[in-house]
Every structure is written in structure tokens, then in C-alpha cells.
């Protein structure tokens, strides 16, 4: 893979990538640090794309597989400090985003509070992602994807009323 093929995926899929780092770390500094461990782990890996799925799968499927292991990693190792259970946001909007914003938090803060099996594919449906390509991205075949999606939806439900 050429090196400006990798800089286009970088282009195309940082979002992505932020936003699954985000979802298995709150600290932002380690965060910024886990999104360079990625972005290396997407390099070394990309020659191995056969192109057998979507490349915004691999990508996934590579970060959500960085991500797991910086997760195990952190289990193992003492707690230093507390992490925050806001994600900060660096952008103020107008005030008619103020309710979109509001939606956004409490539907995050709510995912947050999933199983790490419902919240990835949470997360992943709202990527946009497909049961296949979730599927693929998680390792597990689609019947439990759309079993968790199911179990995760009726969770969120629940969450967003009680808030």
C-alpha cells in the first residue's frame, strides 16, 4: 500500500477512528495517545488489507482490536486517577443546537453505561454501520449482532427516559 493511500485512509476515516477511541477512553490525553497507537497499528496492517471487506470496516476492525488491548492492558494496571464521565467538546453552537447537544450527551453518557458487548455495537449502529459489516468489525457472527443491537436499543430506551 502506498503511502499516500495510507494518508487518504487517514483523511477519510480519522473520524471514525476518534470517535471508537472515544468510546473505550475518556482521558483525553491517553486518548490522543491511544489514536497514534492506532493510527501505527492501521499502517503496519494496511498491506494486509486483501479488500475481502469495506476499508471503513478494516479500519474499524483494526481500532476496535488497538482499543481491546489498551483496555486489557489498563485492567492489569493500579488506577491512578478518576476518569472523567463527560466527553469534553471544543465547539459552541448557536442556541437552537443546544438541544441537539443535550441529545447527544445524555445518548452518549447512556451508551457509556452499556455492557462493553452493547455498547460497541451501539456505537458501531450509530456509525452507521451494517450488521455485516459490524459483524466482521466484532468478530461475531450477524445473529449476535442483531441480538445485541436489539438488547442495546431496548437499554438506550430505557436510559434516555429515566434521565
Known amino acids: 500500500m502506498t503511502e499516500s493511500v495510507f494518508d487518504t485512509i487517514l483523511e477519510q476515516h480519522i473520524g471514525l477512528i476518534s470517535r471508537i477511541v472515544a468510546t473505550f477512553e475518556t482521558n483525553s490525553a491517553i486518548c490522543d495517545d491511544l489514536k497514534q497507537e492506532v493510527i501505527l497499528a492501521l499502517w503496519r496492517a494496511a498491506p494486509s488489507w486483501r479488500g475481502d471487506c469495506t476499508l471503513r470496516t478494516f479500519v474499524a476492525r483494526v481500532t476496535h482490536n488497538v482499543c481491546v488491548s489498551h483496555v486489557r492492558r489498563a485492567v ?88
Not at 452507521?128 to 441480538?147: C, D, K, R, Y
Open 76 to 163: 492489569r494496571e493500579p488506577k491512578r486517577s478518576e476518569l472523567s464521565d463527560t466527553l469534553p467538546s471544543d465547539r459552541e453552537g448557536p442556541e437552537d443546537s443546544v438541544e441537539r447537544a443535550d441529545l447527544s450527551r445524555r445518548l452518549t453518557a447512556a451508551v457509556a453505561t452499556l455492557p462493553t458487548g452493547l455498547r460497541e455495537v451501539a456505537m458501531l449502529i450509530l456509525e452507521g454501520f451494517s450488521t455485516q459489516e459490524i459483524a466482521q468489525t466484532l468478530g461475531i457472527n450477524e445473529g449476535a449482532v442483531s441480538t445485541r443491537a436489539t438488547r442495546a436499543r431496548a437499554a438506550l430506551r430505557e436510559a434516555m427516559v429515566t434521565q
